[in-house]
């Protein structure tokens, strides 16, 4: 695969992993809360608590978005008993 193929399949990857994550977070931000379940008080501290939860998926996959990319432009490291390129 050539690298700007590759580069090209990773930012439409950023690009949907962004959109879904600020849907994901604006949804528990904006979202109510369930007047059904009245026996639940929501309080501050669940509600923080919610929102973590769902930012720390977002942290995690930016986290593997970088390592992703330091690997795909990782200096190209030759091997001397087989002659190959190995990255």
């Known amino acids: 695969m050539s690298f700007r193929l590759a580069d090209a ?3 439409i990857a950023v690009a949907c992993c962004t959109v879904a ?3 994901i977070i604006r949804s ?3 979202s109510p809360t369930r007047p059904s379940d009245s026996a639940i ?3 501050a501290t669940r ?3 919610e929102i973590a939860w769902a930012v720390l998926p977002g ?3 930016a986290v593997v978005l970088l390592f992703t990319w330091r690997a795909m432009h990782a200096p190209v490291t030759t091997l001397a ?3 190959s390129v190995v990255r």
Do not use: D, K, T, Y
């Open 9 to 11: 399949i990773f930012w």
């Open 21 to 23: 994550q600020v849907a």
């Open 28 to 30: 528990v931000v904006i």
């Open 41 to 43: 008080e929501p309080s």
């Open 47 to 49: 509600r923080m608590l």
């Open 59 to 61: 942290v995690a996959l």
């Open 81 to 83: 008993l087989a002659g």
